[in-house]
T-cell receptor, first 115, second 110 residues
Framework: DAEITQSPRHKITETGRQVTLACHQTWNHNNMFWYRQDLGHGLRLIHY???????NKGEVSDGYSVSRSNTEDLPLTLESAASSQTSVYFC??????????????FGPGTRLTVL | GEDVEQSLFLSVREGDSSVINCTYT??????LYWYKQEPGAGLQLLTYIFSNMDMKQDQRLTVLLNKKDKHLSLRIADTQTGDSAIYFCASGGGFQKLVFGTGTRLLVSP
């Protein structure tokens, strides 16, 4: 069955370290998204991509970067982790084409703690 | 920017109806969505409504949209303990840039 996976599921790191969170989908979806979930804020969009070599900044992109070298993967990198980046991170994908009825499929999430 | 607001918590008894409310600011949103998040999991799309509709029913779920007041609600009939979860409303249009609310935690007690 097609799916979307995230790794690691849990990560503890130290302030200032570089961290990369992986996201992999097997639906061959064009669109991929990264969100962070924080209490009182819901989900906020970090970065998104509409296809290979395409990346765009979301609402809370400072301190994060992404790259899209193939259809299946959109890794999220924290260049220099800060305590404010402690959060649960969700990756999502959708078929694309601009149809608002396309469902976004979410991964299980990565809980990141920055000490 | 776009803002989507929800109450944080709702508690109901099993068998009762639950109504989860949401307000949004972007009147240009083409679709409005309800997602469900179970503990330790990602979000799953429950239902959506097109912005020119007033109501949509899908089994136990009823979505009501008041476009004038920018108010969206999700009614769950005969609420079960398995409905306990966090429910997010989201607004969006083309190309799937969704703006999510803060989420409402629904607790269903036996």
């Amino acid at each position: 069955d097609a799916e979307i996976t995230q790794s690691p599921r849990h990560k503890i790191t130290e302030t200032g370290r570089q961290v990369t969170l992986a996201c992999h989908q097997t639906w061959n979806h064009n669109n991929m998204f990264w969100y962070r979930q924080d209490l009182g804020h819901g989900l906020r969009l970090i970065h998104y991509s509409y296809g290979v070599q395409d990346t765009n900044k979301g609402e809370v992109s400072d301190g994060y970067s992404v790259s899209r070298s193939n259809t299946e993967d959109l890794p999220l990198t924290l260049e220099s982790a800060a305590s404010s980046q402690t959060s649960v991170y969700f990756c999502a994908s959708s078929d694309g084409g601009g149809d608002p009825t396309d469902t976004q499929y979410f991964g299980p999430g990565t809980r990141l703690t920055v000490l | 920017g776009e803002d989507v607001e929800q109450s944080l918590f709702l508690s109901v008894r099993e068998g009762d109806s639950s109504v989860i409310n949401c307000t949004y600011t972007d009147s240009s949103s083409t679709y409005l969505y309800w997602y469900k998040q179970e503990p330790g999991a990602g979000l799953q799309l429950l239902t959506y409504i097109f912005s020119n509709m007033d109501m949509k029913q899908d089994q136990r779920l009823t979505v009501l949209l008041n476009k004038k007041d920018k108010h969206l609600s999700l009614r769950i009939a005969d609420t079960q303990t398995g409905d306990s979860a966090i429910y997010f409303c989201a607004s969006g249009g083309g190309f799937q840039k969704l703006v999510f609310g803060t989420g409402t935690r629904l607790l269903v007690s036996p």
